[in-house]
């Protein structure tokens, strides 16, 4: 496996001012470390989990066991989760198998996977619509088992499933959730649904290579095996404290100097491949809830935070780029590129008899796609744009896991440089419980009336 990280462009002596000096990067070198140091304390205590998940081997032969008794059953893996819960299993469906409209057909040897992170009617009811309950096997996954958007799809979706198949409808569902908190825990219990823990220690955005992940990717078909394997791969990697060999920490260096002495508030996910196109979503709530913040540690306000951006290339250079090379200088952008793709697609090398296309045949897109993503980095530089790049060899099972690594280890480290803790999301909590109190939850009072107050002072 092998997954690189180079901050060149992020020089200055590439973009001049806008950059970051070698010796910027000398003097910050010792308090990555120490904040990788602090990190590994932490979850050495417990506190933090994510780094021990690819070593749990047996949850990974439980959920295989699992999805072994029950494949050729369905062809439908139907995911109910919001947020954490839900794009996990997109960033890793989408990675290996493709984006949805161009994966293969579906079938019970090739499932297709329906994901559930909205509450429009109009999405949830024509998922229904799309899928057969005789055929769907329904994963929900709440950690807290509470989230209202995933309760309220839950019960239509189990209304839907027991229409059809009546008691065998418990057969139909797996429960993610905490073991010994919330109430979708006992309610599988009671229900006889197969259930699946994640551990206490491991919040939504970091749980990918959890059950939450690791049950919907093996439904699907894919080897949990071999994606867990490249993130125990990466961990051991991240946890050196040489950043000449620990792509996280020379990558967490990069972006804190960049952000921190450049005033880089926005950082730019340029996947140049369709199938990473999932995983820039994952990595957009794993920013954005890990690193902004209100408080840091100290209990200071901060209002700390860089705004992720997902872009795609070569899409979004015919929608973005403009703005990306005239306007306000104030994002870095971070280009994802697979080495080699398992098929280059081949340009037919018949000319037609025109200049501006007779270059292009017997070349591939590959190629073209590659020349695009360098083309924008050199135009960005000579701009005055930082750029960094993140180049994996392919994407299989192993790359894929440590690419999900990687990203949650720099995550970690930049939030202890940062002096925050990128483990809470105390800004999420108050939507919720008035999301509760506007529902009509028990014990919400206090928040139905602040919830009234804030009518009040829109109505004048």
Not at 60 to 83: L, N, P, Q, W
Not at 208 to 230: E, N, Q, Y
Not at 365 to 386: I, M, N, Q
């Amino acid at each position: 496996m092998s997954i690189r990280f180079d901050g060149t462009n992020l020089l200055d002596r590439m973009v001049g001012a806008h950059g970051i000096s070698p010796r910027d990067i000398a003097e910050g070198e010792p308090a990555a470390v120490a904040a990788l140091g602090r990190f590994h304390a932490r979850v050495e205590a417990g506190d933090y989990g994510f780094p021990h998940l690819p070593f749990d081997d047996a949850t990974v032969k439980e959920i295989r066991r699992y999805a072994d008794s029950v494949r050729g059953g369905f062809d439908t893996v139907c995911v109910v989760g919001i947020g954490g819960s839900a794009l996990g299993a997109w960033a890793l469906d989408c990675a290996l198998r493709g984006p949805h409209p161009v994966q293969p057909a579906f079938t019970v040897k090739n499932p297709r996977l329906v994901i559930l992170d909205n509450v429009d009617p109009s999405f949830v009811l024509g998922a229904l619509d799309s899928m057969n309950p005789k055929k769907t096997l329904v994963v929900v996954i709440a950690k807290s088992g509470a989230t209202a958007e995933t309760v309220a799809a839950f019960l239509i979706v189990r209304e839907w499933l027991e229409k059809a198949l009546g008691r065998k409808a418990s057969g139909r569902i797996v429960a993610v959730t905490s073991e010994n908190r919330g109430d979708l825990k006992p309610l599988a219990v009671r229900e006889g649904y197969t259930t699946f823990h994640l551990p206490e220690n491991v919040g939504g955005r970091f749980s990918v290579l959890s059950a939450v992940g690791l049950v919907p990717a093996a439904l699907a078909g894919f080897d949990i095996r071999k994606i867990c394997r490249g993130a125990a791969a990466m961990t051991s990697v991240c946890w050196k404290p040489e950043r000449a060999v620990n792509p996280a920490l020379d990558a967490a260096i990069h972006h804190w100097l960049v952000w921190t002495l450049r005033g880089k508030n926005i950082q730019v996910a340029f996947p140049y491949a369709n199938r990473l196109w999932g995983l820039a979503f994952w990595f957009r709530q794993l920013w954005a809830e890990s690193l902004g913040k209100k408080h840091d540690r100290a209990g200071n306000v901060v209002h700390v935070g860089q705004t992720p951006v997902a872009a795609l290339g070569t899409t979004d250079q015919h929608s973005q780029v403009q703005l990306y090379m005239e306007g306000p200088n104030d994002k870095v952008y971070s280009f994802w590129t697979v080495k080699k793709f398992a098929k280059p697609g081949r340009i037919p090398k018949g000319k037609v008899g025109f200049e501006s296309m007779d270059y292009l045949p017997g070349q591939t897109l590959e190629r073209l796609l590659d020349a695009e993503r360098r083309a924008t980095a050199a135009a960005l530089t000579e701009a005055s744009r930082p750029n960094c790049v993140y180049e994996v060899d392919k994407l299989d099972e192993e790359h894929v896991g440590g690419l999900l690594q990687l990203f949650e280890f720099q995550t970690a480290i930049l939030g202890e440089l940062l002096d925050i803790d990128a483990f809470d999301q105390e800004g999420v909590e108050l939507g919720k419980k008035f999301t509760f109190a506007l529902m009509g939850r028990k014990g919400q009072q206090e928040h139905v009336e602040r919830f009234q107050a804030y009518e009040r002072r829109r109505s004048g």
